[in-house]
């Protein structure tokens, strides 16, 4: 996708967003509530126009070609699109159908998504007398029934307890290779845990795009040293706190060390390396060092310096009266929401109930 943005009347939703998705892979879209993940999802799924920029699945432009992309996309909403009253497997029949799946293809197509899903003993089971990650594993199924090359998948796992968390998770690694996946969270485990690579989204933004461990790497916020070592360490600190490539040194509180011990935490300036510095100074200082280990920026240490950045920054244009043109996305809903969204784009998600088959026979 190229430089995609989304207005909700004069209000951006997101911002000249760009990237790009390789064959095979799971794209984390991580952001914050409200950052434009939902939004960026539908405009790729094709049911919502951009209001500029380009998108492109499988080589057709999601607008231009919104119909041959929702054929060649598996698309899980927040809520996904379910029909109570009909059994997982009618539903998935008539999801199949609804796809352009052949008639002889469709039972096929069904039973591998019952299969990979794991719902092969619910099948026959009404989709109301499912429980939450059941559901959840049958809005899986209705968007890989049809064998798409990408799925793109809307907050998969809200809402679902620490086990079908678990489950979900699996089920989505198990169909990385075969599918492109394109996965929205605001939970960052999720993103360490599941994907390949990461987009983070902040304000409707692109703030940083790569893989869970480089964007480690590279914004070593939290990287740098933690000591153990004898004694009160107030001299020590001042020691290395002049040392080259220290950020900061601090003295970390703990009940968990014996009596007499310290425990010294220290940030390095990113791209330094002055371990052997730090270990010389204490030990050169006669102190006793028990104990010295490497510490790592985590993802959340990543995200939160990103998205903090944007927001100092943002802060300060405020306070000096600079932000006057490009004011802050706001969370309450404009006028024009979803009316130019043309009737044709109203995703199977929103047909009224009414307009589907009510048993699970229709195939
Ligand atoms: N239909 C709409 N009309 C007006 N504003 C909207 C509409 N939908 C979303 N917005 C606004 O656009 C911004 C981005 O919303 P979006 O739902 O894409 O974010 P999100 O990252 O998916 O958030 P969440 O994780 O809370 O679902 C928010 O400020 C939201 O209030």
């Known amino acids: 996708m190229d430089r995609l943005s989304k207005l909700y009347g004069v209000t951006p939703a997101i911002q000249d967003v760009s990237f790009k998705v390789e064959p095979g892979e799971i794209l984390g879209f991580l952001g914050p509530n409200g950052a434009g993940k939902t939004t960026t999802m539908r405009i790729l799924a094709g049911y919502l126009p951009a209001t500029s920029g380009t998108a492109r699945i499988a080589g057709y432009d999601v607008h231009e070609n919104s ?16 029909y109570p009253e009909m059994t997982v497997e ?7 159908r609804l796809k352009g799946v052949s008639a002889g293809d469709r039972t096929k197509r069904v039973k591998m998504a019952i299969a990979r899903c794991n719902l092969v003993e619910k099948r026959k089971v009404l989709i109301r007398k499912l429980s939450k990650g059941f559901r959840q594993r049958v809005g899986i199924a209705q968007a890989i029934v049809h064998d798409p090359p990408a799925i793109i998948l809307d907050e998969p796992t809200v809402g679902l307890d620490p086990r079908q968390i678990i489950d979900v998770r699996n089920l989505i690694k198990s169909l990385a290779g075969e599918h492109t996946i394109i996965l929205s969270t605001h939970i960052l485990p999720e993103v360490s845990m599941t994907c390949s690579r990461v987009a983070i989204i902040n304000r409707g933004k692109i703030v940083a795009t790569n893989s869970p461990e480089n964007l480690m790497a590279q914004l ?43 425990l010294i935490r220290i940030v390095t300036v990113p791209g330094t390396d002055p371990g052997r510095d730090i270990a010389a100074v204490t030990v050169g200082a006669g102190i006793g060092l028990h104990e010295m280990r490497r510490t790592r920026a985590t993802l959340e240490d990543v995200f939160l310096e990103l998205t903090t950045q944007e927001r100092r920054a943002e802060n300060l244009e405020i306070e000096t009266g600079n932000n006057l043109a490009e004011s802050p996305i706001s969370d309450s809903p404009s006028e024009v929401p979803e009316s130019n969204v043309s009737q044709s784009q109203v995703p199977e998600s929103e047909v009224p109930e009414s307009d589907v088959p009510q048993s699970g026979e229709d195939r």
Do not use: H
């Open 67 to 82: 119909l041959a992309v929702r054929q060649r996309i598996g698309y899980l909403p927040e809520t996904p699109p379910l």
């Open 90 to 96: 009618g539903f998935l029949y008539f999801v199949a």
């Open 220 to 262: 070593t916020g939290g990287a740098g040293y933690e000591l153990e070592v004898d004694g009160d360490a107030t001299q020590l600190q001042k020691l290395l706190q002049v040392l080259q490539g220290v950020c900061l040194v601090e003295i970390v509180p703990t009940q968990q060390l014996p009596p007499n011990r310290s």
